[in-house]
Structure formats: structure tokens, C-alpha cells
Nanobody
Framework: QVQLVESGGGLVQAGDSLRLSCAAS????????????MGWFRQAPGKEREFVAA????????YYADSVKGRFTISRDNAKNTVNLQMNSLKPEDTAIYYC?????????????????WGQGTQVTVSS
């Protein structure tokens, strides 16, 4: 079994920064996710869950949605089994529940259905 736990959400003003963290645990994670992909998605009220960013655990390759490119940075610490999302220059439209996800395939997917495990989410609210 794999557990993903997000932290770091909160209420900020437009232009501020936040850093989200995702801690992964479980025997399955250590066994099967060494070459996997860790991703961040978000879901605003009334909208579908959308891709934000992803990173390869093996070589650190990163991929971003156009809407966050240049503002958000995803990083990993494989020794600690954590993935972080540094969010700068936040905008009101970034308001959503942010979810951490894990995909064993090793291929960077941008569709939420392709990810195997999910965290419970953390709320990010950006006021104007």
C-alpha cells in the first residue's frame, strides 16, 4: 500500500508564495516507485481535476502545465520520499485543492486517471 500526505496549503494574497510538500510512505512505494512519476494536480470548485506539474523520481525530469510554467517549481528528495511544489507569484485563479499523485509507469502523464495513488489534498486559497 502507498500513502501520500500533502501539507503546506493556506490562505495567501495575490503575488505571495507557498510551498506544498508531499510525503510518501509504504512498502509498495519503496519497491515500485523508484522509477515512477510524482505529480501535482489541482481541482477548483465545479471544475475537473487538472494537471499542474510532474517529476521523474529517477532522473528528475520535470513537466509543467502552461498556466504555472515560470511560477511553480516541482522538486524531489528521494532519500526522504518527498515531493515539493514551490508556488510563486500566486494568482486568485490558482485557488484550488492541490493533490499529490504517484504513477508507477515512469511516463509523465497529464491525465489524472493515469495516476495510481492520491493524497487527500490541501487547500490553497489566493485572495485578490
Amino acid at each position: 500500500q502507498v500513502q501520500l500526505v500533502e501539507s503546506g496549503g493556506g490562505l495567501v494574497q495575490a503575488g505571495d508564495s507557498l510551498r506544498l510538500s508531499c510525503a510518501a510512505s509504504g512498502l509498495s512505494f519503496s519497491t515500485y516507485f523508484n522509477t515512477g512519476i510524482m505529480g501535482w494536480f489541482r481541482q477548483a470548485p465545479g471544475k475537473e481535476r487538472e494537471f499542474v506539474a510532474a517529476i521523474s523520481r529517477s532522473d528528475g525530469f520535470t513537466y509543467y502545465a502552461d498556466s504555472v510554467k515560470g511560477r511553480f517549481t516541482i522538486s524531489r528528495d528521494n532519500a526522504k520520499n518527498t515531493v515539493n511544489l514551490q508556488m510563486n507569484s500566486l494568482k486568485p485563479e490558482d485557488t484550488a485543492i492541490y493533490y499529490c499523485a504517484a504513477d508507477r509507469s515512469g511516463i509523465v502523464h497529464t491525465t489524472y486517471r493515469d495516476y495510481d495513488y492520491w493524497g487527500q489534498g490541501t487547500q490553497v486559497t489566493v485572495s485578490s
